[in-house]
């Protein structure tokens, strides 16, 4: 009796995965070399390497007139230096994770080569972090640039001597640096030539020099972008018809509209700007039967732009009433103002043929136009808590342009009890003298602002239950809104606070604050 016995199979196995590493083994000349005369460097590692990113990690600080040429040779790395190299300065080539392995990209982390073409090794540090000017949050990868000149034009026109990147939060930190007076800038150098020189590049700066003659690790730069002093069109379209939407750059107080297309009667198209001025919608009135239409945009008599839309067919608009909405849910929020919207300007309104009934009740209620096209209107009446409502708005109360009706429209809602909502009662204590704006906010959205001096209380009524924030702005022109900055006139950003810890309110809770405004 013969027996086969058949071998598992399994799969094959290469071990353990690689987690270290390269580890240097050497370098010629050594790493913190002195009297450094030579072109070229070679580093050698224990295991074969390769370079990612390079471009995007390596950095090289104080900059050299050319770049140095970085090559992989195996288990080396080879560096070919210019002849440009400055006399008694030290030299740090910083690689971050640029050095890894071949089989499992491991990096070597921060490797950094420093040499000295002195007799001493510079040792200083400066390091700090970058925020954004408006929000506060960390902008990466900004590019932070020290010069030993202290002209005001260096960051347009110079190279910096010493340069670093910023991290994931918004750190930097620059070393081996010589005793000196520096000015401080970050910018989000977008065509990467250390040069603030494009009009939407964000810049931060310090208003005076800084002398560096020990180690220093607290600066902050507050990074903006300035404000364009070329008024234009950013984006213009027709996606809905009779609509012309056009956003602008900047607001413009005292925007003018002519349109240039022939045989288009002045009456034909209403202007509406929004509340800040930087968006406007040129609504039509009737069919123009033409396939484009040019406009001018003025700001106080200078033209900003000229525009050539492409305008959807009259032929295949074939809406049959006018399109009204309302702001109510089944279950409606107390203390909020009920809004009727309609899709287009409404030429002639009915507001009295609405009706609100209050437990089938019908109550007195006051409706009005908010806006001057007519296309908002807002029914005010105290509403009571947990009380059933229903809204009837018959059809015809509205009618647009186009002679088009809204059709019949009954909502049903339910209010909300007073025990559904939280309350924030806030005291500021702020240690400046300015006028400043509290905003708060909740998921990213402003609820409520109040424009203040001095010390003040504010109590924030009917808060749905949720986490908020508090923000506040120093409103140093009392223009009552953030104002940015302008490095040419040496003006920084108006300057921002928040609330140190996110605000958490359940319902039925009173939250008392206290905020006491320190630098």
Not at 56 to 71: C, R, Y
């Amino acid at each position: 009796m013969i027996v086969f016995s058949c071998a598992q199979i399994v799969p094959l196995s290469g071990g353990d995965q690689d987690l270290e590493p390269p580890k240097e083994l050497g370098s010629i000349p050594g790493n913190g070399s002195l009297h450094f005369t030579g072109n070229e460097i070679t580093i050698e590692f224990d295991e074969f390497i390769q370079l990612q990113n390079l471009q995007s990690q390596l950095i090289v600080s104080p900059l050299m007139d050319e770049k140095p040429e970085i090559t992989v040779k195996g288990k080396k790395l080879v560096i070919s230096l210019p002849d440009s190299l400055r006399e008694n300065t030290t030299y740090s080539l910083n690689f971050g994770e640029a050095i890894t392995d071949i089989t499992e990209n491991n990096p070597v982390p921060n490797y950094k080569y420093v040499f000295s073409t002195g007799d001493y090794l510079d040792s200083l540090s400066y390091s700090g972090s970058v925020v954004n000017a408006f929000d506060l949050t960390p902008p990466e990868k900004m590019v932070v640039l020290l010069y030993d000149q202290l002209e005001d034009s260096v960051p347009y026109l110079s190279r910096p001597r010493y340069v670093a990147i910023t991290d994931k939060e918004g750190k930097f930190s620059i070393g081996n640096m010589a005793a000196g007076t520096y000015k401080v800038f970050a910018i989000n150098d977008i065509n990467g030539n250390y040069l603030f020189d494009l009009p939407n590049e964000q810049i931060a700066f310090l208003k005076e020099p800084v002398q560096v003659n020990q180690n220093q690790n607290n600066a902050v730069l507050e990074v903006f972008e300035e404000e364009s002093k070329q008024q234009f069109v950013l984006k213009s379209e027709n996606k809905e018809y009779s609509k012309i939407s056009m956003i602008l750059n900047n607001p413009a107080e005292g925007i003018e509209l002519q349109v240039l297309s022939e045989n288009v009667p002045a009456d034909s198209w209403l202007l509406e700007k929004n509340k800040t001025e930087d968006s406007l919608t040129l609504w039509l009135t009737r069919p123009l039967g033409i396939d484009r239409l040019e406009l001018e945009l003025r700001d106080r008599e200078k033209v900003i732009d000229t525009l050539d839309i492409s305008l959807l067919s009259d032929k295949k608009w074939d809406e049959k009433s006018l399109p009204v909405l309302t702001n109510c849910s089944k279950i409606f929020d107390l203390n909020k103002a009920l809004q009727i919207r309609s899709g287009r300007p409404v030429k002639v309104a009915h507001p009295e043929l609405i009706q609100l009934f209050e437990d089938s009740t019908a109550v007195s209620i006051d409706v009005r136009s908010v806006n001057e096209l007519n296309s908002v209107f807002q029914l005010n009446y105290s509403f009571k808590e947990q009380t059933r409502y229903k809204l009837m708005i018959p059809k015809g109360t509205f009618r647009d342009h186009f002679g088009l009706y809204n059709d019949t429209i009954q909502v049903d809602f339910t209010s909300k009890a007073s025990s559904d909502y939280g309350t924030i009662a806030l005291t500021v204590e702020p240690n400046f003298n300015e006028n400043y704006i509290v905003q708060l906010y909740k998921n990213k959205q402003r609820v409520e602002q109040q424009f203040l001096q001095g010390q003040a209380a504010i109590n924030y009524k009917y808060l749905k239950p949720g986490n908020y924030e508090l923000k506040l702005i120093v409103d140093s022109n009392n223009d009552k809104k953030w104002t940015t900055g302008q490095y040419l006139e040496h003006r920084q950003p108006e300057k921002v606070y928040y609330y140190e810890k996110q605000i958490v309110l359940k319902a039925n809770w009173d939250n008392e604050i206290n905020w006491i405004i320190k630098d």
